[in-house]
């Protein structure tokens, strides 16, 4: 972290801080997937190659070595709402194990939107990571 | 594009506000300029998300509300950080990293 411009803004932890952060005190993790960040990990799995919802879900907790969980509930709704924004397309198709399910893909609308979320994604989490280290 | 940046920074703006504090006492629009300040302004912090936020906060327990004067000389409520808080504070920013490297993890998939 650079102390020039913003050193008035940076917060130094005290030794209270650095006790309570050796003590390892952590609560349940959180594994409910916000949904700004649900949409963009979709439209990502999506831009590697169409799938159903059910192989977004898995892939998705897949890379994440599992710590983001699906709820399925909340990846039909967020399915239904890029649909009508036009990021997706979906299509019934016929599944290997000769089942019919919906294959989503992704639009070259759904592309650009991708784009533009992990530019955001990334300048946030920036953001957020310096103001956390800050005096770490 | 704005409304799922905003959800997105939801989980985080309890953590973001507690670190705020943590070096001493805020009132509530210091915290939120602060923040716009040192982040270069990517995160606007919105008064229907920060005063919601600090009243869930001083119900758990994780900061203590007292009025004071503020440095225009008005009435402010200023927020401090309780030990509670701190404890949160360290949970939740190993909470946050775990998240963020799971997401950069997914998106730097090829």
Redesign the interface.
């Known amino acids: 972290m650079t102390e020039g411009a ?1 050193s008035g ?6 030794n ?2 650095v006790a ?2 050796s ?1 390892g ?3 349940e ?2 594994t409910d997937v ?4 649900l ?3 979709i439209l ?2 999506l831009s ?1 190659e169409p799938m159903h919802g059910f192989g977004i879900a898995r892939r ?1 907790e897949q ?3 599992g ?2 969980k699906v709820n399925p509930g909340s990846l039909l709704t967020a399915l239904q709402r890029l649909e009508r924004a036009g990021w997706l397309d979906a299509e019934w198709r016929q599944t290997p194990n000769a089942r019919r399910a919906k294959i989503y893909s992704l639009t070259r609308a759904g592309r650009k ?1 991708l784009d ?3 530019a ?13 280290k ?1 005096g ?1 | 594009m704005a409304a799922a940046s905003n959800e997105l920074l939801h989980g985080t703006l309890e953590t973001l506000i507690l670190k705020t504090l943590a070096p001493g006492p805020r009132h509530g629009y210091a915290i939120a300029r602060w923040l716009e300040e040192c982040t270069g302004e990517v995160l606007q912090i919105e008064d229907g998300s920060l005063y919601p936020a600090l009243y869930r906060m001083e119900q758990r327990g994780w900061v203590q509300a007292d009025w004071g004067t503020s440095e225009l000389g008005r009435k402010a409520k200023f927020y401090k950080i309780t030990p509670a808080g701190r404890k949160r504070l360290a949970a939740s920013t190993a909470e946050w990293s775990r998240f963020s490297s799971a997401i950069s993890k997914v998106l730097l998939t090829v």
């Not at chain 1, 916000?34 to 960040?37: D, N, R, V």
């Not at chain 1, 955001?120 to 956390?132: E, G, T």
């Open positions: 913003n803004c940076l917060p130094h932890l005290d209270q801080d309570a952060l003590s005190a952590v609560d993790p959180t916000i949904q700004g960040t949409d963009l990990l990502k799995t590697l998705v890379i994440s070595r710590v983001f939107q533009a979320e992990t955001d994604w990334n300048r946030r989490a920036a953001a957020i990571a310096r103001l956390l800050a770490a």
